[in-house]
């Protein structure tokens, strides 16, 4: 059984980090993109970064600013986000899939939806 437990959210100001955790089980990271989608209020479910056998993805509204790293023993990924904005105010979903093209939005028929798991989500507030 695959289990995706997510941590980490919270209430930050603009300019100020937060680090969001992952935990994953009944899967393999060298077989499986593992990393985060978010939801803001009103919008679609979007693809932020993930880590497939040590390469790492990041979308071009984060790139620069976030940072995902994996620990094969410990089974977990970690995404340092710095620098935050107050349109990174979201929900942020631990998501794992063998197929990346999820992460890229919902051209060519990927859509977010359909990634295989998914844990619960995690509240990132960013004031101004």
């Known amino acids: 059984e695959v289990q995706l437990q997510a941590c980490g959210g919270g209430l930050v100001q603009a300019g100020g980090s937060l680090r969001l955790s992952c935990a994953a089980s009944?899967?393999?990271?060298?077989?499986?993109?593992v990393g985060w989608f978010r939801r803001a209020p009103g919008k679609e479910r979007e693809g932020v970064s993930y880590?497939?056998?040590?390469?790492?993805y990041y979308s071009v509204r984060v790139k620069g600013r976030f940072n995902i790293t994996h620990d094969k023993v410990k089974k977990t990924v970690e995404l340092q986000m710095n620098n935050l904005k107050p349109e990174d105010t979201a929900v942020y979903y631990c998501?794992?899939?063998?197929?990346?093209?999820?992460?890229?939005?919902?051209?060519?028929?990927?859509?977010?939806?359909?990634?295989?798991?998914w844990g619960e989500g995690t509240l990132v507030t960013v004031s101004s």
């Open positions: 009944g899967i393999t990271f060298d077989d499986h993109a």
């Open positions: 880590i497939k056998n040590g390469a790492p």
């Open positions: 998501a794992a899939d063998r197929n990346i093209l999820y992460w890229y939005g919902a051209t060519g028929g990927y859509r977010p939806e359909d990634v295989a798991f």
